[in-house]
């Protein structure tokens, strides 16, 4: 009697956890892109770090070593900037300056983008075409016949004439985000609102402005630091000196005949820190907004 034998399956070794196969091959670190981003952000964060460590060493440091990163450590600077250097003035300044035109800019935009978005009434198109023109016409153009129908109006060196400027400045953009943003909004809730008998004032205040929120805050970000950093409209429309902010206060600090550094580092670091911790805090809210108003409802 014959017995055939059957030659049974070889049974593969399990393949080990982590093991590469020939066809497959892990990516490699992209060491060259990295250490191009550490190089850029050494050259970008270089001049802040600089800032920093001037303001805080001693005067007798920075005079002796410039370019030493904290070698010392002293307040004095911070005290001579803001006392003798007049840069808590300043200070107050820009931020009577600044809110008020942040805040109007907000508001008229908030309101001409949604009646631009939302309201259709006969030479809509033209009209905001007419708005938006203001983001192509330089500020030079006008800026010498600005001075001489502010000073006719009597509004030349005054708080309201320099917060209407910022804010006629931040205008057209602000109604040209604003409107893409409402026109990205959803159309139902609007159309429900309007069914259950809400006027056009409680849809836009209580629908739309909720809505809203997101892109406000961006444009309220970035028209803050435009109108935190402007330096034209105060040198030009502000020649006396009383309402003179952060920026026109730098300029004027570097026209005597001495110079000094570690003060002048002092109110650099006042000028912007401000605007860093916004945007710090914030800054999730502004990339929120610029989302929102990207994404279609």
Avoid: C
Wanted: charged letters at 10%; aromatic letters at 12%; hydrophobic letters at 50%.
């Amino acid at each position: 009697m014959t017995h055939t034998t059957v030659d049974s399956p070889r049974v593969a070794a399990p393949r080990r956890i982590g093991a590469r196969s020939d066809g497959m091959r892990r990516p490699r670190p992209q060491i060259g892109r990295h250490a191009l981003l550490l190089v850029l952000a050494l050259f970008t964060l270089f001049p802040v770090l600089l800032v920093i460590s001037t303001t805080l060493k001693t005067p007798e440091d920075v005079r002796v070593n410039p370019f030493g990163f904290f070698s010392t450590f002293s307040l004095q600077n911070i005290v001579d900037a803001w006392t003798v250097g007049r840069f808590s003035d300043y200070l107050w300044n820009s931020i009577l300056l600044t809110v008020p035109s942040t805040l109007f800019v907000v508001l008229f935009s908030t309101m001409a983008g949604y009646t631009f978005a939302r309201l259709p009434f006969r030479g809509r198109t033209i009209l905001f075409y007419i708005v938006v023109l203001g983001l192509l016409v330089p500020f030079f153009t006008y800026m010498i016949p600005l001075y001489f129908q502010l000073r006719s109006m009597g509004l030349l060196d005054t708080l309201l004439g320099a917060v209407l400027l910022l804010t006629s400045g931040g205008l057209s953009f602000g109604t040209f985000f604003m409107r893409a943003f409402f026109s990205d909004l959803p159309v139902e809730l609007e159309q429900a609102a309007r069914v259950d008998g809400a006027s056009e004032l409680q849809i836009f205040l209580r629908v739309m402005m909720p809505l809203a929120r997101s892109g406000m805050g961006a444009l309220a970000v970035f028209t803050f630091l435009g109108n935190w950093n402007n330096f034209l409209i105060p040198l030009l429309y502000l020649p006396g000196g009383d309402f003179r902010p952060l920026t026109s206060g730098l300029y004027m600090f570097t026209g005597g005949r001495s110079l000094d550094i570690g003060p002048l580092a002092a109110g650099t670091l006042i000028t912007i820190l401000p605007v860093i911790v916004l945007f710090i805090v914030l800054q999730r809210q502004v990339t929120q907004g610029f989302l929102a108003g990207a994404v279609k409802g």
